[in-house]
């Protein structure tokens, strides 16, 4: 059944929910353990000396000890980060609060990069680094199957804060960030910054008495103060700064916490790249090391290791301690000078090591470490083991130690910090997302969905939303989402159901505003298949926009079933000019006798029975595809096509001229490619512009 878009979503609240949901979603559920599971599993990277992982390793190598005991080894797998066994493998631990939908014909997930950017302690010179590392990322490292996300600190960059795998919508966000460090610095009569502050908390007698003495030189013999009151009023100084100090860092690390929670839904291993200047830890403040540890217990219970970068670059000499008005003749704070390097880098070494990361410093090529990064941990070891049920104890803390049998060059990476087994132990899940059907209003429900930056639930939905040009309207999103739901016939209904499907969905622009929105409520049709009793449900509808970056949220439920699912996508809309080429969103369709790459006309994408929603094709068939091109200049244009599985490229044809001015089409046998997903991209250029390109991804099952 097709239906165009007619209502607004009753709940006009859906833009303000929407607002909070990246704080509000991921809220820790309690742990369940059954008493008969004991299996717990952690992963591990193992690398040689010249810094290269060891991919051969056999599960009676590894020596594992908990809190000193050893322990068997009862499983062990080599997992490639991004792949659909890796989805699988974590699929079925504590890691996942609520499932996260995975496409079950996937073999490749593609990597998710999280660039967690500390703005609250980010200087200029270190921000413009940031961006220039991001940028360059970007559009070297984020892989045709990768999504990326930048998260600052601050929340500055609004609704940009989410995973896309679109680079216009990662260049936006990279583009907002912007200066939002407050120099931690006390400017009374002799200035003092928080490292100095640290030193006098920890009663280093030579920066005390450099400052006694400058406080005491700043009164210019007016009058003689006394010493000992001085020295009070050194220390409540550097007391307010390190509170001053703790509040701002406490800030970052509540972001931190809400990124962890955020992505620990997320199936298989995920990397945090947390990029800042440092902190310091101001020790006779516990709090700070209290939220470090609960990052590390999220982070052991999600998956997440944190890789932490120095973003001060390579630092010859150390900083200038020089005060100007009060000089150090003595020496006393140049004799210190290292710890104004060392202190703020406490964090960063802290949360790497504890999460099973690194800690990258000295260095000024940011980009050029994490894509050394990314390809060091492209692999790792995913190691299981029983526990008897006496260590199977929730919030008793015990360390993971981990080395290879007689190979003492070899080092092994793994979660420093001290862990609650519990939370690393397998769980059963049943899958449930929604609350009772009877007793979950439907619009709180889809609510519920809609405002997930992740795609959730468990009912089949496959989703998509592309635009093209309309000559009577301008640019138009396509939406189109189809769902299968199991049959019901001769099943009473109970009291408060109905046999329907309701839907929701909003349109956003790049600043979280609501463009459009669409809702409907429709009967569940007949059974399509006698043999299975499934019945397929498909929507559709039409919805006018200007060029620019939107991003599309969909939720499907069940009435009958309470079973619901959401599912979302980034577009990026272009501007018609005379200097660029601008393109359309590609459609596919099993191809027939009057498909694209054939003597017929090209389908209309507005009529979804033209298209296929799914793109879930036989490896036996044959898939068409077509997009159309907007280039002002009518000059001479040439497109290519590429075929992707996950970041690498498998098929490649030549540039040529295309099948019509304005229409790129093609037809694509699948008999070659093994069962899995893949990425298909255009490109289209012409001898003196900029190309341009467009992907869409397909499943060959």
């Not at 990597?111 to 991001?134: E, G, N």
């Not at 939303?465 to 049959?487: N, P």
């Amino acid at each position: 059944m097709t239906k165009a878009v007619a209502r607004v979503f009753p709940a006009i609240m859906i833009p303000l929910l929407l607002m909070g949901a990246q704080q509000n979603t991921g809220q820790k559920s309690e742990t369940a353990i059954r008493a008969a599971v004991n299996l717990v599993q952690t992963d591990v990277m193992v690398f040689d000396r010249q810094g290269r992982f060891v991919p051969d390793l056999k599960p009676e190598q590894f020596e594992l000890k908990i809190a000193g005991k050893p322990q068997t080894v009862s499983f062990c797998e080599l997992v490639s980060s991004g792949s659909g066994r890796e989805g699988a493998l974590w699929a079925d631990t504590g890691a996942a609060p609520a499932p996260v939908r995975l496409d079950p014909v996937s073999p490749e997930l593609g990597r998710r990069l999280i660039f967690f950017v500390d703005d609250w302690h980010l200087s200029a010179d270190s921000l413009v680094r940031t961006r220039a590392a991001l940028n360059n990322l970007i559009n070297t490292s984020v892989g045709i199957s990768d999504m990326a996300g930048i998260f600052p600190a601050s929340g500055s960059i609004g609704f940009l804060q989410q995973l896309s795998g679109n680079k216009a919508v990662l260049q936006a966000a990279m583009e907002k960030l912007t200066l939002f460090y407050p120099p931690i610095v006390d400017k009374d009569r002799v200035p003092m910054n928080e490292t100095q502050a640290l030193a006098i908390e920890q009663n280093n007698t030579e920066v005390i008495s450099y400052f006694v003495d400058a406080t005491i030189m700043s009164f210019f013999g007016r009058y003689r103060p006394n010493r000992a009151e001085i020295e009070r009023s050194v220390r409540k100084r550097a007391a307010i700064l390190a509170a001053q100090s703790t509040e701002i860092a406490g800030r970052t690390l509540a972001a931190l916490a809400r990124i962890v929670r955020l992505f620990g839904p997320l199936p298989g291993r995920k990397v945090i790249f947390f990029l800042s200047d440092g902190f310091v830890l101001q020790y006779r403040h516990p709090e700070t090391l209290r939220k470090i540890r609960e990052i590390s217990d999220a982070a052991a219970r999600a998956g997440i290791m944190i890789y932490s970068l120095d973003t001060r670059g390579l630092i010859v000499g150390g900083p200038d301690v020089a005060n100007p008005d009060r000089p150090d003749l003595s020496g006393r704070l140049a004799r210190n000078v290292q710890s104004e390097v060392t202190s703020p880098q406490d964090a960063l070494h802290a949360l790497a090591a504890d999460t099973g990361g690194a800690f990258l410093r000295e260095t000024n090529a940011l980009d050029l470490a994490i894509a050394k990064t990314l390809k060091e941990t492209s692999s790792y070891y995913l190691l299981g083991w029983y526990l008897e049920r006496g260590m199977m104890e929730p919030g008793k803390y015990r360390s993971i130690r981990v080395a290879v049998k007689g190979r003492s060059d070899l080092k092994v990476r793994v979660r420093q910090a001290e862990v609650d087994l519990v939370q690393l132990a397998i769980q059963g899940q049943d899958g449930t997302v929604m609350a009772n059907p009877a007793q979950t209003d439907p619009s709180d429900a889809l609510l519920q969905l809609l405002r997930s930056p992740l795609p959730i639930g468990v009912l089949p939905v496959w989703f998509y939303a592309g635009y093209d040009l309309r000559s009577d309207r301008g640019f138009c999103i396509a939406v189109a989402l189809h769902t299968v739901i199991e049959d019901t016939q001769g099943a009473a209904l109970k009291t408060g159901q109905e046999n329907k499907i309701d839907l929701a969905g909003i349109v956003l622009n790049r600043e979280g505003g609501t463009v459009a929105s669409f809702s409907d409520s429709l009967a569940v049709p007949a059974a399509a298949d006698p043999n299975t009793g499934l019945r397929e449900w498909i929507y559709s509808g039409v919805i006018p926009v200007e060029p620019g970056i939107y991003h599309v949220r969909a939720a499907v439920r069940d009435a009958r079933t309470g079973r619901s699912a959401s599912s979302l996508q980034w577009l990026s809309v272009p501007e018609l000019t005379h200097s660029g080429i601008a393109l359309g969103s590609i459609f596919m369709a099993e191809a027939g006798p009057n498909s694209p790459g054939s003597a017929g006309p090209a389908p209309n994408i507005f009529d979804v029975s033209s298209i296929s929603v799914k793109r879930r094709f036989q490896k036996s068939s044959q898939v068409s595809y077509f997009l159309h091109v907007y280039d002002l200049q009518n000059s001479a244009l040439l497109a290519q096509t590429k075929v992707y599985r996950g970041n690498q490229a498998i098929f490649q044809s030549d540039f040529e001229p295309l099948n019509s001015p304005a229409l790129v089409t093609g037809r694509l046998p699948l008999e070659n490619f093994p069962p899995g997903a893949y990425v298909l991209e255009v490109t289209v250029r012409d001898a003196s512009r900029p190309p341009a390109t467009q992907q869409i991804s397909f499943w060959v099952q």
